[in-house]
């Protein structure tokens, strides 16, 4: 009898264990769009640096997205990679968040450098946000 009790105690705490791992690893994974500064740091994490469009889709929106500037500069990167056999190493500076008239926008600078650090760059952008159940970025154009 006192075996039997034992064991399932032992199993009650197992099982506790699990749930309580699941839920740490639930939270530690889950997609944080709670901030536009946040969301806009991922995509371009997501776009500009690991370039991964299953990652990228996360953080855009659902439909209307401009997003053809943001392409080019990523085409003109990888070109430039090709042509000199060299990396384009991309960053960013902070993030300037705005709400006016109903829309939200994030402006960041873009620094490329080349891995040589031979070349460096920058130019100011600004992403769209668009709030779909959590921000998302539905838009990126470079500023003149």
Do not use: H
């Amino acid at each position: 009898m006192f075996l039997a009790l034992a064991i399932g105690v032992v199993a009650l705490l197992c099982l506790g264990g699990v749930g309580v791992a699941i839920s740490l690893y639930d939270e530690a994974t889950e997609i944080k769009r709670s901030a536009p500064d946040a969301v806009a740091d991922s995509y371009l994490r997501a776009f500009l640096v690991n370039r991964d469009d299953a990652e990228t889709a996360l953080y855009t929106c659902e439909s209307g997205g401009n997003f053809a500037q943001i392409e080019a500069l990523q085409a003109e990167n990888e070109a430039t990679e090709r042509q000199y056999s060299l990396g384009v190493r991309v960053t960013w500076t902070s993030f300037d968040v705005v709400t006016a008239n109903g829309q939200t926008t994030v402006s960041t600078d873009l620094v490329r450098t080349l891995s040589d650090n031979s070349e460096r760059d920058s130019e100011r952008w600004q992403l769209r946000m668009v709030d779909e159940d959590g921000w998302r970025v539905c838009g990126a154009v470079k500023l003149t």
